[in-house]
């Protein structure tokens, strides 16, 4: 089993869907949780940010933490073909004073209009 | 400001060849890290330098090896190519080795080795 799963899609949606994005993890110590888009070929963009349990909206986009049960959520409102892109769950602990980032696959998003 | 740059775009070697890949990073960031992305997969962790040093290792072979320079820019090495190490290879710099939520990637270098 990875540390991190998240389902490849593709998830394929119209203009103006709620788009909702999964991950689930092994790891209990992991507290910071992030969501990136990439587009293709090119290289991962930070979306959003979070720290241990919760939720954080950001504009057309909300992260939630349900820690215990292991599991992150990406809300995509009011979805637009320009948010056709892979989406990467990726979280880290602090052990060691390191937080390097564990990703999951990605998730495959296509928005037609 | 400008962003992080890796060189080259592309690559094409061949089994047992040597490749070295480059990354300038964001101006101010003092950490680089580096990723292999298998097509289809999420970034993998290969190391990790913190002012010229190396501050951490993912799961991969010593013949990956890195520098990092006194202007933070970074290379990574890989030698005795295997038909596996056909990736994108992922650059990201941060302003310290904390600062996940600081981290910026390069577009990437796609390297296929033949």
């Known amino acids: 089993q990875k540390e991190v799963e998240q389902d490849p899609g593709p998830l394929s949606v119209p203009e103006g869907a709620i788009v909702s994005l999964n991950c689930t993890y092994s790891n209990s110590a992991f507290q910071y949780f992030m969501w990136y888009r990439q587009y293709s070929r090119k290289g991962p963009e930070l979306l959003m940010y979070?720290?241990?349990?919760g939720n954080k909206e950001d504009g057309r986009f909300t992260a939630q933490v349900d820690k215990s049960s292991k599991y992150i959520s990406l809300f995509i409102r009011d979805s637009q073909p320009s948010d056709s892109a892979t989406y990467l769950c990726?979280?880290?602990?602090?052990?060691?004073?390191?937080?390097?980032?564990?990703f999951g696959r990605g998730t495959s998003l296509i928005v037609h209009p | 400001e400008t962003g992080v740059t890796q060189s080259p775009t592309h690559l094409i070697k061949t089994r047992g060849q040597q490749v070295t890949l480059r990354c300038s990073s964001q101006s101010g960031h003092n950490t680089v890290s580096w990723y292999q992305q298998a097509l289809g997969q999420g970034p993998q962790f290969i190391f990790q330098y913190y002012r010229e040093e190396e501050n951490g290792r993912g799961n991969f072979p010593p013949r990956f090896s890195g520098l990092q320079f006194p202007n933070y820019s970074s290379e990574l090495n890989v030698n005795a190519l295997e038909l596996d190490d056909s990736a994108l290879y992922l650059c990201?710099?941060?302003?310290?080795?904390?600062?996940?939520?600081?981290?910026?990637f390069g577009p990437g270098t796609r390297l296929t080795v033949l």
């Open positions: 990726a979280m880290s602990d602090a052990s060691g004073g390191s937080y390097i980032p564990t």
């Open positions: 979070t720290y241990s349990s």
């Open positions: 990201a710099s941060s302003l310290d080795r904390q600062s996940t939520d600081t981290q910026y």
